[in-house]
C-alpha cells in the first residue's frame, strides 16, 4: 500500500492538473463564443451565394467559365481542415479517420492538402502523400487570410492539376455535436434550381461573363472561409467540453485519494496504538 | 406590395426585411428596385444603399459584390455593409487618410496598389453616407 506522503504528493498533482483543466476549459468557452457567432453570422452568406449559383444552373456550363469544367478522370485532391492544437477531445481523431475513409474507398490517384498540424501529422503517420501543408489561421480567421489556400485550389484545378477538390472539415452543429463533412468545391455543381426563373432570364450587368468572372471564385472563397470558420467553433467547443470532462475526473480523482489517504493515517494511527499498548503490557 | 431584402456579407446579416423600394450603387451606375422588377444580377460598386420603408428611409455604405433581383426578393451580398448611423465619422477618415498614403507612396506591385485604390474607394463611400447623414439627421419622409 503507498504511504501517507506518496498519497498526499499524488493529490497535490492532480489539483494542479485540474487547475490547468479548468483554466482551459473557461479560455474555450470564451472563445467559442466568439467563433460560434462568427460561424452562424457568415452561414446566411454562404447560404445566399449558393443559391444565386442555383439560380443561374442552366446558363452554367463548361463552355461559360472554366471553374465548371468536369473532368472525367484525374487526380482528385483532398483538402483536410483540422486544427493546429491538440487536447480538444476526439475532434481531430475523427476528422482524419473519415478523412481516411474517403482517400483511401477512392480508386486513382489522389492528392491531398491540410490546414492545421494534427491532420498533417496523423496523415503523414498514415502515409498519405501530402501536397501542402497550411499552418491553422488562429482563433479569428478573416476573410483575407484564406485567401492562400483559394487560390492554391483554385489555380491547381485552372491548371487541370486536379480533377475535383473537395474540402474534409467537421462542421459545427451544436457545442455538443460535431460532425465530419467531405464537401466539393470544383468544379462547382450548382444545386438544384427551385426557383421558377430560368438562370437565362436574369438580366447581367454589366454582362454575363464579367458578372461569373467576379461571382465563381467568390463561390469558391466563401466555401473555403466557412469551411475554416466551422473548423474554429468546432474545435473551440470540443476543447471545452474535453476540458470540463478533465476537471470533473480530476475532482472524481481527488475524491477517491482522499479518502483512501485517510484510511491509510487511520490504520498508521491504528497500528501505533496497538504498538503502544503491546509495549506497556511486557513492561 | 412589399419587396424582401436581405444584406449579407461575409461577416455577418446586416439587414433582413420587407421594404417598399431600394435604391443602390450597381457597377454601371445607380439601379432603383420597386417590386416586380425583372431578374437582374448586377455586380455592386462602392457607395450607398437607400432602403425605404413606409415613412422611413434607412441607409448604408456598401462596398462591392454583387446583387440579384427577383420579382419578390433583392438579396444584397456585399464585401461590407455598414448602417449609416453606426459609421464612425472619425475612423473612416483615418482610412481614407491611410489609403491616400498608400497611394501616394506608389506601390509597384500592382495587388498592392488594387488594393489601397478598393480602401479609398471604400472609405470615401463610408464617408459620403455617413455626413450626409450627420447634415441631415435622421431621413423621415412624408
Known amino acids: 500500500m503507498a504511504s501517507q506522503r506518496d498519497i498526499r504528493r499524488r493529490i497535490g498533482a492532480v489539483r494542479n492538473i485540474k487547475q490547468i483543466t479548468r483554466a482551459m476549459q473557461f479560455v474555450a468557452a470564451s472563445k467559442l463564443k466568439r467563433a460560434q457567432d462568427a460561424t452562424l453570422a457568415s452561414r446566411p452568406y454562404r447560404d445566399m451565394v449558393d443559391e444565386v449559383i442555383a439560380d443561374l444552373a442552366a446558363v452554367l456550363d463548361a463552355e461559360t467559365h472554366p471553374l465548371l469544367a468536369r473532368r472525367e478522370a484525374g487526380t482528385r485532391l483532398f483538402v483536410v481542415i483540422t486544427t493546429d492544437r491538440g487536447l480538444c477531445g476526439p475532434l481531430n481523431t475523427n476528422t482524419v479517420r473519415f478523412a481516411l475513409k474517403e482517400i483511401l474507398d477512392h480508386e486513382g490517384p489522389v492528392r491531398v492538402v491540410t490546414v492545421g498540424r494534427k491532420g498533417r501529422d496523423a496523415l503523414r503517420r498514415a502515409r498519405v502523400p501530402l501536397e501542402a501543408h497550411f499552418a491553422g489561421f488562429g482563433d479569428r480567421p478573416a476573410f483575407a487570410d484564406v485567401t492562400p489556400l483559394t487560390r492554391l485550389v483554385t489555380d491547381d484545378f485552372l491548371a487541370a492539376t486536379y480533377a475535383r477538390i473537395d474540402l474534409v472539415y467537421p462542421t459545427f452543429v451544436s457545442t455538443l455535436v460535431q460532425r465530419p463533412v467531405l464537401e466539393q468545391v470544383l468544379p462547382i455543381l450548382p444545386a438544384a434550381d427551385t426557383d421558377g426563373i430560368p438562370g437565362n432570364q436574369f438580366i447581367f450587368e454589366p454582362n454575363p461573363a464579367t458578372v461569373l468572372r467576379q461571382l465563381l471564385p467568390r463561390y469558391v472563397a466563401t466555401r473555403v472561409y466557412q469551411a475554416v470558420l466551422e473548423t474554429t467553433a468546432s474545435e473551440m467547443s470540443s476543447k471545452m467540453v474535453a476540458m470540463k470532462n478533465a476537471t470533473e475526473n480530476a475532482e472524481e480523482l481527488i475524491e477517491d485519494l482522499t479518502l483512501s489517504y485517510n484510511k491509510v493515517r487511520q490504520a498508521n494511527i491504528t497500528r501505533e496504538m496497538i504498538e503502544i499498548a503491546s509495549g506497556a503490557q511486557v513492561r | ?142
Open chain 2, 1 to 142: 406590395m412589399p419587396i424582401r431584402l436581405e444584406i449579407v456579407t461575409p461577416e455577418k446579416r446586416a439587414y433582413s426585411d420587407d421594404v417598399d423600394a431600394v435604391i443602390l450603387p450597381g457597377s454601371e451606375g445607380e439601379l432603383g428596385i420597386l417590386p416586380h422588377h425583372a431578374p437582374l444580377l448586377s455586380m455592386l460598386g462602392a457607395g450607398e444603399l437607400r432602403v425605404r420603408k413606409g415613412a422611413t428611409e434607412e441607409s448604408f455604405a456598401i462596398v462591392g459584390g454583387f446583387v440579384q433581383v427577383r420579382p419578390d426578393r433583392v438579396v444584397v451580398m456585399a464585401e461590407t455593409a455598414d448602417l449609416a448611423a453606426e459609421i464612425d465619422l472619425e475612423k473612416a477618415q483615418e482610412a481614407r487618410r491611410e489609403a491616400e498614403r498608400a497611394l501616394e507612396a506608389g506601390f509597384v506591385e500592382s495587388a498592392d496598389l488594387a488594393q489601397a485604390r478598393a480602401a479609398l474607394q471604400a472609405a470615401l463611400a463610408r464617408l459620403r453616407v455617413a455626413e450626409r447623414r450627420h447634415r441631415e439627421g435622421p431621413h423621415r419622409r412624408g
